[in-house]
């Protein structure tokens, strides 16, 4: 008799199931039945048939299994650990109750997010029941110990925090039991404990230090030892995954990660990844992607000093950056992971004196055999418009991380745009390259060089006067010349010039005129220079945004003249004048409306953040970080001296022609 009613409810709960039935009266009196069945059985047969039909109905009538099982289910974890099967299928009920798929049919539909939490709460009420399911996770069976961590990883998906107090209470008993897992050899037990640390030890400073402390890197590493010569696969991935995620905003963890000369063991598997002939898995470019971003974290701008200086010197010592500039040559790489080798090279090499000689010194002359790779890289940027547009951005990155804090690389650049003998005249240098860049009109060439520019005379006053120097012929035959100061200008007045274009010969000339004298001077000295600035500044009020921004633009432009590290002993070039200028022909209010467009703009906002170049397609190139920073610091200096002083207009004022 026993077994006949067994049968015949199990049979009915399947039977449920398999005809789609939407009788949600038959399905809760089903349910209530499994469980008054489980509750009630003496007969491990019955009880895992009553767990098994549970798990039926689980996804479909999610609330309903969850309400109404989840206490028995758990006092199963606790009370009956010898049957292997039957706590497999307790754990696997568990975890449909407590996740939801939107991609799947099984699941019951319209559930919100907060009935998911709210059950996942419900279980984690008696933190018993969370040490039940660690004390599952130690168990031989392979099956009950993968559905135990998948089912943690659940519960710490939907209640991060509370979870991970919860294992952070009993450190034997809970912490250090996860630890062994990442010894388990088994692939299937290797990827479910990478998913289930990544969540663990998000955001929790405690955990991570545990983690450390109990060997976490040096037993991780074990996964690439034992998959040296290879691609890698998806547990690498999952295991760089986690490294990823842990070293986020987390300073101990990178420091922790050097000290224990980790980074030595993940290039010595990546070593062989990077320079070997083999084609480029889907794998292998996942793979090599997340190495590449595990890099850039460690060496970040936004890092701690003491972090990124010595992430770059393990980063040179051992070989990593060469490498990387070894696959520069290579024709087989990927796009997409060249672009990112590059940004990563930049990083590397960023304010590191010694690093940045690794790309190659900088030759007033060609060099006929091996150009240096800068040259290369350059020559890509400006010249070779079927490039990949990420490719091309991630030079000018790199450009500006050569250039960041190296006075030696700014100024040997800066000396091929001088006038040079006949001889040297006719060679192409990192010079020519940027100012053909410049002229060109292809918006990313322009644009880039545009911003290159602007990084060689950043807050170098001698590197700013040097450039006033340097004269371009503006036809073949090398008869009329032009300054470069003349030829910006020249560049924004011309109506067939895009957006990008005038972007980036703004930001270069606003970057020039920044606490600089002299080229305020030779900006005024230009006919119709001041004249044009008013103009773009008074148009009539657009809903262009990008018009808007360029209109700010100028408005910087000119107020930049105003500062006082800009004044001029000369009546017509002081900053009074200035002032009056404006005042008479803009007016005050109108000014500083157009110049506090850009501080609105989002494109301001991205570029203020971080140093790295993160633009998707090519028109959301128009601020970086370096000019992002130039406004930030002078805007409001130039709003202060036109609030503060009372403008007085004088017959001395600074009269621009019409």
Known sequence: MTFRHRHSLLSSAISLITTNNNNDTIDKETIQCLCNRLQSATQFEDRRDAVFGLKLFSKKCKLEVGRKSMKILANILQDDRTHSNLIQLTLETLTNVVTYDVDSDEEQSDLSEDIIVELTEKYIESEENVYAVLECITKSDVNVRRAAIQFLTALLRNCTEQVQNIILKKRREGFLKLMNLLDDKREDIQSDTLLLFQILIRSHSNIQRLFVLEHGFQRLSEILVDRYGTDGDVIVEDYLSFLLSLFEYNQLAQSCFRKFSQIVDLFGFFQSVLTGEKCWSTQKVKNVHLFLQ??????????????????????????ILHCLCGVLTRTTVPTDVLAEIINTIGDIIRGNTENQRVLGPIKKTIVKVHKPTLFNLIYTMVADKKKLFQLRISILYCLQCYLYKNDFGKLMIIQTLLPQTENAANQTTLGHLLISGYLSNDNVASWCSGIALAHLINSNLEYKHELLKVVIAVNQSQT??????EISIDLLQNLSSSFHKRIATLIFLCTWLSNCSLAVQALISIENSISYLIS?????????????????????????CLLPSNNNPIQSYSTESFKQLINKRIGINLFQEKLRIISKSEFYIKALEKPQLKFLVSNEMIFDHEFAHLYETLQSSISNILIKQEIISTDNSFIVPT
């Open 480 to 485: 009329n010349i032009k300054t470069l100061m």
């Open 294 to 319: 595990i890099i850039r974290t460690l060496v970040s701008p936004t890092n701690s000093m003491e972090n990124i200086v010595a992430c770059q010197h393990i980063i040179e010592k051992w070989g």
């Open 536 to 560: 773009q500044i008074c148009i009539e009020p657009s809903t262009n945004e990008r018009e808007l921004l360029i209109q700010s633009l100028c408005s910087f432009a000119l107020g930049l």
